[in-house]
């Protein structure tokens, strides 16, 4: 029977490459595995699979009864509906632990470092298996996204070496440059709606019973959403209703200027401007150097709750 490897709910690059490069390396160590996804891809994921030839998980989105790997998030809130009901046979993620809890013993690859492919490239190297052309090249830009070019605080040497030698593994020679092409594509909103954007890198957390919402969009410039921010607040309290959620964060980081403007909406607002140490205007507050959801808002606001 095989094996299936899937990363969290509204899969980001991390993921999708994720669930392609563990699968492969399992598949090379003897085991039958093959790359899922739970949701569909965004552009930016689209961009890296047709650079370097990657072919899209299929989707599936219930798992009762199969044998698991999941990549990239250890939490119910991020799982299929019916994780509890798989047997999950290992976890690799750059999160914190989540409340995912398993019935059988587990292969758990765990560590703080910027993107879950950094930790595979890792496993690669431990298990000495060749990384193939084709998927250096997605693992290289999945660490190039998820550490928003080694400008995240959650970026280590690990993943500057990662991407450096995986570079030079799919021939790649100016991988910043590829990069930026990537984040251009990233920042695209024209004929997106409110939905569409409050839900492109969209994560529940369940903080101590109450239900938080936290997205992020990473863009080259966020001045493009300047005249969109009320559509966007609007959406996000029809979120809030429509998910009995206490609160909806919206993130619009702009990777330019390091920093990144807070969009709040909130059954109690002064828990997100406690944990910030902010005071929000027309439910908005701008937050110098955070460019990292992990780091820099959860381990913030969770307190809070």
């Not at 299936?4 to 669930?19: C, E, L, Q, W």
């Not at 569409?196 to 992020?216: A, C, I, S």
Request: proline content about 4%; glycine content about 6%; aromatic content about 8%.
């Amino acid at each position: 029977m095989a094996t299936y490897v899937f990363g969290h709910t509204n899969p980001d690059s991390d993921s999708i490459v994720g669930a392609i490069s563990l699968s492969y390396l399992k598949n090379q160590l003897g085991e039958e595995c093959i790359p899922t996804r739970q949701g569909e891809i965004s552009a930016e994921t689209e961009f890296i699979l047709n650079k370097f030839g990657g072919k899209k998980p299929e989707l599936k989105t219930s798992y009762a009864g199969e044998d698991v790997y999941i990549i990239d998030y250890s939490d119910y809130g991020q799982a299929p509906k019916d994780i509890k009901e798989a047997t999950i046979k290992g976890i690799v993620d750059h999160h914190k632990l989540g409340d995912i809890i398993t019935s059988t013993p587990l292969e758990c690859w765990i560590r703080p470092i910027g993107c879950s492919n950094t930790i595979v490239y890792e496993m690669y190297r431990s298990f000495d298996v060749e990384i193939p052309k084709d998927i250096a090249g997605m693992m290289m830009m999945a660490i190039l996204s998820d550490t928003v070019i080694f400008k995240s605080p959650t970026c280590t040497k690990v993943d500057t070496k990662a991407v450096k030698e995986l570079a030079a593994i799919a021939g790649v020679e100016d991988y910043k440059a590829l990069a930026m092409e990537m984040f251009i594509v990233k920042s695209a909103v024209d004929g997106s709606s409110a939905r569409e954007l409050n839900t492109r890198d969209y994560k529940p957390f369940d903080m101590n019973g109450h239900k938080v919402g936290v997205n992020q969009l990473e863009m080259i410039d966020i001045s493009a959403l300047d005249d969109r921010k009320a559509e966007l607040l609007e959406d996000m309290a029809k979120m809030k209703q429509e998910d009995g959620l206490h609160t909806v964060i919206t993130l619009l980081t702009d990777i330019m200027k390091e920093g990144s403007q807070l969009l709040v909406v909130s059954d109690d607002t002064s828990k997100v401007e406690d944990a910030f140490k902010i005071k929000l205007e027309n439910s908005q507050a701008w937050l110098d150097g955070v460019l990292s959801r992990k780091k820099q808002i959860i381990p913030f606001l969770q307190p809070q709750f």
